[in-house]
């Protein structure tokens, strides 16, 4: 059975950093790409960062390139999320996902239960 | 960005059938291949992938659902709606970057 836990959530200030991990179990981990989604609360899904099998090719969208960073252990079966100079609209719950991949990344195989993030003073 | 429209709410009762649609601001198909994909999230529970390349059927996912459309207009269709299905339900395109999710539609009972 596929698993994903993530954890590391929790309240920052903002301008502080935080780290994410997730530990996947049940499958190939370094035969993946994996992302992160994060879902603000009543609000819709937006994907983060997506990092290659190998660790060598990372993407983000606009809304957090530059502070936030993807990185991946494959030989303990873990993802990482980096974010520096957090703020108040990063507040979310962060899913760790699996990423189907077909020449580009393509959809969301399986989820992790997420975890909340709170910027706040 | 592909922006995905996605109405807000969608009423229907138990045993008949639920149609959610998602337009795509711009053609999200490469050559035959429909990159749209459609998630199942219950109150308090993470996404699920129900469909994935516009009507392929994920693993585990019961026959009911179903998927379709191609270029800016698809359909995730449920029928019979049971009781269980009551949920949000996002629509996510994969054909360009940013990839993108629709707003959600929150299918409630009649």
């Known amino acids: 059975e596929v698993q994903l836990v993530e954890s590391g959530g929790g309240l920052v200030q903002p301008g502080r950093s935080l780290k994410l991990s997730c530990a996947a179990s049940?499958?190939?981990?370094?035969?993946?790409?994996m992302a992160w989604v994060r879902q603000a609360p009543k609000k819709g899904l937006e994907w983060v960062a997506t990092?290659?099998?190998?660790?060598?090719?990372?993407y983000y969208p606009d809304s957090v390139k530059g502070r936030f960073t993807i990185s991946r252990d494959n030989a303990k079966s873990s993802l990482y999320l980096q974010m520096n100079s957090l703020k108040s609209e990063d507040t979310a719950t962060y899913y760790c996902?699996?990423?189907?991949?077909?020449?580009?990344?393509?959809?969301?195989?399986?989820w992790g239960q997420g975890v909340m993030v709170t910027v706040s003073s | 960005d592909i922006v995905l429209t996605q109405s807000p709410v969608l009423a229907v009762s138990l045993g008949q059938r639920a149609t959610i649609s998602c337009r795509a601001s711009?053609?999200?198909?490469?050559?035959?291949?429909?990159?749209m994909h459609w998630y199942q999230q219950k109150p308090g529970q993470q996404p699920k992938l129900l469909i994935y390349?516009?009507?392929n059927l994920a693993s585990g996912i019961p026959a009911r659902f179903s998927g379709s459309g191609s270029g800016t207009d698809f359909t995730l269709t449920i029928d019979p709606v049971q009781a269980d299905d009551i949920a949000a339900y996002y629509c996510?395109?994969?054909?360009?970057?940013?990839?993108?999710f629709g707003a959600g539609t929150k299918l409630e009972l009649k």
């Open positions: 711009q053609s999200v198909s490469i050559s035959s291949i429909n990159l």
């Open positions: 049940g499958f190939t981990f370094s035969n993946y790409y």
């Open positions: 996902a699996s990423l189907n991949y077909g020449g580009s990344p393509d959809y969301f195989d399986y």
């Open positions: 996510q395109q994969s054909r360009e970057s940013p990839n993108t």
């Open positions: 390349r516009a009507s």
């Open positions: 990092i290659s099998t190998s660790g060598s090719r990372t």
